[in-house]
């Protein structure tokens, strides 16, 4: 380096030009640039010499200006076409005498700016600049094309964000769409690595963390405050495809051939269907036939979906993929579509209806003397909800005599299953539902005969039918509990009655099992039960109507017992999964409820010990019907009652903090 020569280095990451002053030291030297600033350098930092000189500071503005005329890229590209058949690389200099002609220290710099900033046409090797290949620039330029619609992308979706949290509607393209997902999953899944996401988030001013992420998504509009995670990180589709669509379609408008031609007319039975007001998928119905010698038929009517679908179809796949019907509070998402499960495949109300119908004899203390199952055709007479039906058997009314037939039989039933060892357990059950206005209400299911009648002659229909099976040796997901060890009586009744006491036994009970094989269910009393009365909505409960009616016909059992078991164990996953999905879902509602009445004064009733020598348990809301954690502040026993109030909830947290009121202010507040 020699002082008064132009040189050009790096200063941050920009060109810079600088005039060498004089050394520093042993190895470096002192330039000063065009503003008359001083820079110590090694010549190691040097990109460029400049021809020429010597030059003094001030004169690098002027030289600045004589050169940008030419530093038109697409010079570079001439000679690039016309050098890459030789292949042969060049130098700064040589550029400058093939596109200006000249060698003037401002056409050498002008050159050596164009190829140094070039990332397309010429690559650096050593002193010269070598002409990449046409396959070469080909994909560079389709590379940039890439870049350059990505950078205009993100732009647009950056003022897409401004409008949107300006309140202003948008329409999210499909680029916006990929970035807020990624943003989504970001929530979703925080353990897994999304650069993606937290560069997002970086340009966009928000700290790196789903937190931010998820706050910016309801701030979008993209997702609601409350949106359902937990169904959103579970694999449950919550629309169907559109070859599943077309299907379902297709069935409404011409019902497919029956493969049950020789269905049993049952048309003359008076049949009632009883459910919630708000139930879609009416899949039962219930009948009377009185016989000789005062002998009474109790028929347990079941929707017939099979006579729709087909082992191995679209909708019999789809359903299988689903295993069951998703009951949250914000609303159903059906096995089926909803236009076959609340249509033909329902018993409704004055319509023709394909059925697989259980007829029942019980002897006078509640066995099953004789049954019979068949496919069948019925009309249902009455649709009624629990409420009706309560108050028709209270008013006696006797032109429906039948309902009283039905409670007496389920009655019977009920004691002749309490004296094969059923064990009933009765907690508090709530219904949370919420409207499309996220407006919250918490029902308190109550303990009615109608409700007591109806699981009756369910759980009949699942006797026989497993019955059927084990004797005919057909595999089907038969359902089984291990016998509990129940705590001794006299522990028992150590403990309030009531809930504290039902708790006590619920936490004793095994889990049931589900297998190809008859098995004994404790709690039911039943040596053998499969469940078959929910085909529309349980898929287990199609697979034995499946099996059921192949076996009644005399077909091959669409399922052997290899390929059952294979399916059973990819629906039970499929099954546990939507049954964990449910309970967050409305674990979180219950939490929304009662952050949103914060203000309010609750009995808590104390249910049991979590860590009882850290004062850790859990209280029983039993207006709610809600069951949750709380650490006492004071010394209490099982059973005792106390008002709290609710001092923190955050229900994505899943975090409840309860406060215990004195009862001074429990009086106040009421």
Not at 238 to 267: C, E, I, W, Y
Not at 303 to 308: E, G, I, S, Y
Not at 355 to 367: H, R
Request: proline residues 6%; negative net charge; glycine residues 6%.
């Amino acid at each position: 380096m020699e002082k008064g020569k132009l040189i050009e280095f790096r200063l941050n990451g920009e060109y810079r030009l600088a005039v060498v002053d004089r050394p520093e030291g042993k190895k470096d030297w002192m330039v000063i640039d065009g503003q008359g600033n001083s820079h110590k350098l090694r010549p190691q930092r040097v990109d460029y010499e400049v021809p020429g000189g010597p030059y003094n500071s001030d004169e690098i503005s002027q030289f600045l200006q004589e050169i940008q005329p030419y530093l038109d890229p697409s010079n570079l590209e001439i000679a690039w076409e016309l050098l890459v058949e030789d292949g042969e690389g060049v130098t700064a200099a040589d550029l400058a005498s093939f596109i200006y002609s000249e060698q003037t220290p401002q056409f050498c710099y002008a050159a050596h700016r164009l190829l140094s900033e070039d990332k397309i046409y010429f690559k650096k090797k050593g002193d010269n600049y070598e002409p990449r290949s046409p396959s070469q620039v080909e994909e560079i330029k389709h590379q940039l094309e890439v870049q350059q619609q990505r950078q205009q992308e993100k732009e647009i979706f950056f003022e897409h964000i401004q409008q949107a949290m300006a309140g202003e509607g948008v329409e999210w393209t499909q680029s916006d769409r990929s970035r807020l997902e990624s943003l989504e999953k970001f929530v979703l899944q925080p353990e897994q690595s999304h650069r993606n996401a937290q560069d997002l988030l970086k340009e966009l001013g928000h700290k790196t963390i789903p937190d931010s992420a998820f706050e910016l998504l309801v701030a979008l509009k993209w997702w609601s405050p409350n949106e359902n995670l937990f169904l959103k990180r579970s694999s449950y589709p919550v629309n169907f495809p559109q070859k599943v669509l077309d299907v379902a379609s297709s069935s409404v408008q011409t019902l497919p051939p029956d493969a049950d031609g020789d269905r049993l007319d049952l048309t003359r039975l008076k049949v009632y269907t009883i459910d919630d007001e708000s139930t879609e998928e009416i899949d039962d119905g219930l009948s009377v036939e009185y016989l000789e010698n005062d002998q009474v038929k109790l028929w347990i009517h079941i929707a017939d979906p099979t006579r729709l679908v087909t082992p191995g179809d679209e909708l019999d796949l789809e359903a299988r993929k689903r295993s069951t019907t998703l009951y949250l509070p914000t609303g159903m998402i059906s096995m089926f579509p909803l236009e076959l499960a609340a249509g033909p495949m329902s018993l409704c109300q004055g319509q023709l209806c394909a059925a697989l119908s259980f007829g029942v004899i019980l002897d006078s203390e509640g066995a099953v003397v004789d049954y019979s199952i068949h496919a069948s055709l019925i009309k249902p007479t009455y649709r009624l909800t629990y409420h009706d039906v309560d108050e028709m058997l209270q008013l006696g009314i006797t032109a429906e005599a039948e309902l009283a037939v039905l409670a007496e039989a389920a009655k019977k039933r009920h004691q002749w299953r309490q004296s094969q060892g059923s064990i009933t357990i009765k907690m508090p059950e709530a219904i949370i539902k919420v409207k499309s206005d996220e407006e919250i209400s918490i029902e308190l299911l109550e303990t009615s005969i109608s409700r007591q009648l109806v699981a009756e002659m369910m759980i009949l229909a699942g006797e026989v039918a497993g019955t059927y099976c084990g004797e005919h040796g057909i595999p089907v997901p038969f359902r089984g509990q291990p016998q509990p060890e129940l705590p001794p009586e006299e522990e028992l009744l150590l403990l309030p009655p009531g809930p504290v006491r039902a708790c006590a036994l619920r936490r004793c009970m095994p889990r049931s099992e589900m297998g190809t094989l008859p098995s004994r269910h404790a709690s039911l009393g039943l040596d053998s039960y499969t469940q078959v009365t929910s085909p529309i909505r349980r898929y287990t409960d199609l697979l034995t109507h499946f099996q059921i009616k192949a076996h009644l016909r005399g077909d091959e059992l669409p399922f052997a017992l290899d390929v059952m078991q294979q399916i059973l164990y990819s629906v039970t996953l499929s099954a546990q999964e939507a049954s964990f999905l449910e309970r967050q879902t409305n674990r979180y509602w219950g939490l929304e409820f009662l952050r949103r009445n914060a203000d309010e004064v609750w009995q808590g009733l104390v249910l049991r010990w979590l860590r009882e020598d850290e004062g850790l348990g859990v209280i029983l809301l039993e207006e709610l019907g809600l069951e949750l954690p709380h650490r006492f502040e004071r010394s209490v026993s099982l059973g005792d009652r106390l008002n709290v109030q609710v001092s923190r909830s955050d229900p994505h947290r899943d975090e409840i903090r309860f406060r215990e009121m004195l009862e001074s202010e429990s009086v106040i507040n009421q």
